[in-house]
């Protein structure tokens, strides 16, 4: 059975980091594409970056790239997502997603598998 738990979210003030832990249980990580997600309030989940389970690819959304890193130990049981000069419009619920396949994608309906959530609240 596959898990996802997602932690590390917390309250943070503007100009500050963050990094988020999802820890993975009962996949096959070499058939594996591994993504995070967030949803604000109001608003339809949205891609943040992915990452192949080898981590030898990643992608980002564009308005994010410098600002938010993806990866992977090498125990590839735990990929992560270092958030800095967090923003009050970064404030969301953030998601560990993982999608069976080789290729990275940013649409949500290619996920199979979501952790529960993270709420990250960045105060201004």
């Known amino acids: 059975q596959v898990q996802l738990v997602e932690s590390g979210g917390e309250l943070v003030q503007a100009g500050g980091s963050l990094r988020l832990s999802c820890a993975a249980s009962g996949l096959t990580f070499s058939n594996y594409v591994m993504g995070w997600f967030r949803q604000a309030p109001g608003k339809d989940r949205e891609f943040v970056a992915g990452i192949t389970w080898s981590g030898y690819s990643t992608d980002y959304t564009d308005s994010l790239k410098g600002r938010f890193t993806i990866s992977r130990n090498t125990a590839k049981t735990t990929m992560y997502l270092q958030m800095n000069s967090l923003k009050p419009e970064d404030t969301a619920v953030y998601y560990c997603?993982?999608?069976?396949?080789?290729?990275?994608?940013?649409?949500?309906?290619?996920?199979?598998?979501w952790g529960q959530g993270t709420q990250v609240t960045v105060s201004s």
């Open positions: 997603a993982g999608r069976r396949g080789l290729y990275l994608s940013r649409a949500v309906s290619d996920y199979n598998y």
